[in-house]
Every structure is written in C-alpha cells, then in structure tokens.
C-alpha cells in the first residue's frame, strides 16, 4: 500500500520536473503578482489590502492553470486505465496525484508568498496570518478541484470550461483567507478554525468522490 | 411500490402524463399570481419599518425560495440518477438550471432594488447575497457543463456529479443570515418557532409563491417534454 | 387623478418598487417566450422527421 503509493507520486514528480510544468506555475505565480504594482501606476509601496488580495489572487490562479493537467496526461496515454486494469487501487492514485500537484502548485507559493508580501506592501506584521491561511486554504483548492478536473476529462474543451465551473467552489475559501489575513492582532482567529474544518472534511469527500468519477469515466 | 413505478418509466409514457398536470400548473399558477399581484401592491398594509418598500417583498421572497428548491430538486434527481442510472432522471435534472437562474437573477435584481431605499447602497458584500451570487455562478457552470459534453455519454455523469458538489453551497445560504451578522434581515418566515411576519403580509405572499411555484413547474414540464422530443428528434434522424 | 398619482408613488418609493416589478415581469415573459419557441421549433422539427420517415412512429 505505502509502497504503491510512492511509486506513483514518484512517477508524478518526475513528470512534472521533465516536462516544464513545476517551473511554469510558480513562474506565472509570479508574474501575476506583478502586474498589480504595474497596474496600480504608483512606484511606491503598495496598500496592505492590495498586496493581500495580489498574493491571493495569484494563488487561485496559478492553482487553476496547474489543475487542468492534474489527470489530462495519465488520462490521455492510457495511464489511468493500466491503473485500473492491473487493479491499483485508485484512492491511492488520487491522494498520490493530490499530493504532487500541492507540492508544485502550493508548496511554492506559501514559501514565497510572505516574502512578496514584504517586498510589495513594507508591511510584515501580518506575515504569519499570511502563512498561516496559505498553508490551511491552498491544499483545499487542490482538493476542491481534482473532483473537478476528473469531470472535464471528457469532454472537449477543458482549459477555459475548467476555470469557469471551478471558481465559484473556490469563492468561499478566499473569502475566508482573506478575513484570517486582513486581522492584525496575532491571536489565533475563527477563520483558521473554519478552514482547518473544512481542510479536515475535504481531505475524506473530496478523494472519494474523485474516485467514483474516475471509476464511472474510465469504464 | 417501486415496481408500481415502473410503467412510468418510458420517456414516452411520461411526456404524455404530465400533459394534464403541466396545463392544470399553468391554470392554476396565472390567477393565483394575478390575485398576489393584486393584493401585495395595493391591499397589503406597509411595513411600520421600512414603509412601502416591503412590497418588493412578495417576488423577491418567493424567487429566492424558488431557486434554492430549484437546486434542492437538481441535488436529489442527480442522486437518484448515480444510484439507479435512470436517464430520465438526469434529462429532468438537466432542463432546471436555464428556468432557476432566471429566478435567481430576478431575486438579485429585486434584492438591490430594495437595498437602495432601505440600506442605502445597491449591493453590499455580506454573507447572504455572496451566497446567492456563488449560486449563480453555479447554475451557469451547471449550463455551461451541460452545452461542453453535447455529443458525450459522460455527460450525464459529470452534470450529476457536479450539481452533488455544488450542493454545498445550499446550507451555506440558507444560515448564512444566522451564522454571520449581515445586513440583510433574518428568515421571518420559515423558522422553528413560527413565522414572525404579520398575517396580512403573509397571505399575499403565501399566494404569490404558490403560483410562481406552479408556474416554475409548467416551465420546467415543457421543457422536459422539448427534451424528450429532442432525443426522438436525434433517433430519428440518426437512421438515415 | 390625484389618488393614482399617490399609489403609484408609494411615498416616494415608487421608482424602486415599479421598476423592480416591472424587472421581474420582462424577465418571467422571456422565460415563458423561450421555453414556448423551444417546444414550438422541436414540433416541427419532429412533424417534418416523421413525414419524411414514412409516419413511423415508435
């Protein structure tokens, strides 16, 4: 079981540094984050708010362009069906899948996010809340959009359909991101209660449903 | 009890069934909107609160309930169709979301129409009608989902699966107005410990949501009948 | 006249409650107006199918 799963995120990770994709969502990461100093046409610091919203924004984004290629490779070159063929259990290949594309997609971003903060805003007080929220909201995005990504498999258009059917699912975590950022005082705050819950949940509901998905596709 | 169900099973046989029922929602759903209509503008008495304003109450009211049983109704067909792969299940699912974003487009419209005399502003970024906004958005990836698998069988799966998960959504706005501190107003009518509207308010609006009520129904039956004869229409010219 | 004019301002409300009145009309009947062409075009699109399929039917 360990062993399986191992070999399959292994498998991920060499797909993801041999081909361009680890490097393309962090770079574009942070090319969103730029546009916003450039937009804004100041060349000073930029306000709190805006650096916040900056970092989250980027987020989503970058989560969303690496979710439409979550399962669209394996799908296509037959990886998934050998999976079931030889019957691997599919949570593992879902948790395993999960996990790589946080690790590429949200790992990145939360050791770089407070930094940029900085950078951006001259403001580092509210870095740990930053930190904090990052690291509870960005595996709920992961989770939230592999049930989603699995849908789309196949059907014919999938990058703009992808973006537009995930993000409102995406709205409530954001909203709560954001409050657990916005607050200035380092006391532990309800947001992070509420994400942790549904972080909690997400990790059981998500997979499974991720599972019967590819299940009812695939055959 | 399920085999006494069966004979309605053929897509055929249904059509023909709700004919009666879709022409007795209609004729019944006009006068009783007429009669809403009538008594909410002009016999109602104004609230001693927010004056005449409360008058946009009798359709705001009755389309927000109805698009949140529109999604109820979607959630529960879905989860029919997973469990008994029943296609006229998903064929009925699939005709609701065009008719409820209608709905919920008019509850958001009416909404900011009464926020500007009461509140003060159009729209303001508070629980409830975030909420309600996300249910939009929803809907429209519910369409949108619908249109992307035209000529594919996962279509029906994926359209279900989707509508279970956006399903989440539905307590979120229902609580929203008690879990967080909003603006907008608390639940006065469906509440555990009785409604706490005045009687007279509550009689139009009782009558106005029962005919948007059936209304939305015949809506929803006709589309279904399109439907079907849509699928003949794809047998029949698929022959030749 | 002058007791028309004063249902139809509703205290200086009348804007508000007319307009959204009129916004949930226009939208009901655009519904209805869709959902009736809709069934009227796949009518003839299935009378002019079965035509040309000799009246097969079922």
Redesign the interface.
């Known amino acids: 079981m360990n062993n399986l799963f191992y070999i399959i995120l292994k498998k991920d990770f060499k797909d993801n540094l041999l081909s361009n994709k680890a490097w393309f969502t962090i770079s574009f990461f942070l090319l969103c984050l730029i546009i916003f100093p450039l937009a804004f046409g100041s060349s000073q610091y930029l306000e709190l708010n805006v650096s916040i919203s900056a970092i989250w924004i980027s987020t989503l984004f970058a989560n969303l362009i690496a979710l439409d290629h979550m399962y669209k490779e394996d799908y296509n070159d037959g990886t998934l069906l050998y999976y079931i063929v030889n019957k691997v259990p599919l949570v593992i290949v879902v948790y395993a899948k999960c996990l790589s594309h946080w690790l590429f997609s949200g790992l990145p971003i939360i050791l770089i996010a407070p930094l940029c903060s900085y950078v951006f805003s001259g403001y580092s007080e509210n870095n740990l809340n930053l930190f904090i929220s990052l690291i509870l909201a960005t595996p709920i995005f992961t989770l939230?959009g592999s049930?989603?990504a699995a849908?789309?498999?196949?059907?014919?258009?999938r990058g703009a359909?992808l973006t537009?059917?995930t993000?409102?699912?995406y709205?409530?975590i954001i909203?709560f991101g954001v409050m657990g950022t916005n607050i200035n005082n380092s006391n532990i705050n309800a947001e992070f209660y509420l994400l942790l819950a549904i972080l909690s949940i997400g990790m059981i509901f998500f997979p499974m449903?991720t599972v019967?998905?590819l299940k009812?596709?695939i055959n | 009890m399920l085999r006494k169900l069966h004979k309605y099973a053929n897509p055929n046989k249904f059509s023909l069934i709700i004919m009666p029922i879709k022409n007795v929602c209609l004729y019944t759903a006009l006068p009783l909107i007429a009669i809403g209509l009538i008594i909410g503008l002009f016999f109602s008495p104004p609230d001693y609160q927010q004056g005449e304003t409360v008058r946009i109450m009798y359709i705001h009211v009755s389309s927000a309930w109805i698009s949140l049983f529109a999604y109820v109704l979607i959630f529960f067909l879905s989860v029919f169709y997973l469990i008994w792969k029943f296609p006229l299940f998903v064929l009925m699912a699939k005709e609701i979301p065009f008719v409820a974003i209608i709905f919920t487009l008019i509850t958001l419209i009416t909404g900011s129409l009464w926020g500007k005399p009461t509140w003060g502003t159009y729209w303001v970024w508070d629980a409830r009608l975030t909420s309600f906004l996300i249910l939009l958005f929803i809907y429209l990836g519910l369409i949108f989902i619908d249109k992307a698998f035209k000529y594919n069988v996962n279509g029906d799966l994926s359209f279900s699966y989707l509508s279970i998960i956006g399903a989440i959504n539905i307590p979120i706005i229902k609580f929203s107005v008690d879990w967080w501190n909003t603006l907008h107003q608390p639940a006065s009518v469906i509440r555990a410990s009785g409604p706490s509207i005045n009687i007279e308010m509550l009689i139009p609006l009782m009558i106005m949501s029962t005919g948007v009520l059936l209304l939305f129904f015949y809506l929803i039956f006709t589309n279904i009948q399109s439907a079907i004869a849509e699928k003949k229409i794809l047998f029949l010219s698929s022959k030749d | 006249m002058s007791e028309l004019s004063l249902i139809f301002e509703m205290n200086g409300y009348g804007f508000f409650i007319w307009s959204a009145y009129g916004v949930w009309f226009v939208l009901l009947i655009l519904l209805f107006l869709k959902v009736l062409l809709r069934k009227k075009e796949i009518k003839r699109k299935l009378e002019y199918l079965i035509e040309k399929n000799d009246g097969f039917e079922e």
Do not use: Q, R, T
């Open positions: 939230i049930p989603i849908l789309m498999l196949g059907s014919s258009l359909a537009f059917i993000l409102p699912f709205l409530p909203i449903i019967k998905i009812s596709i």
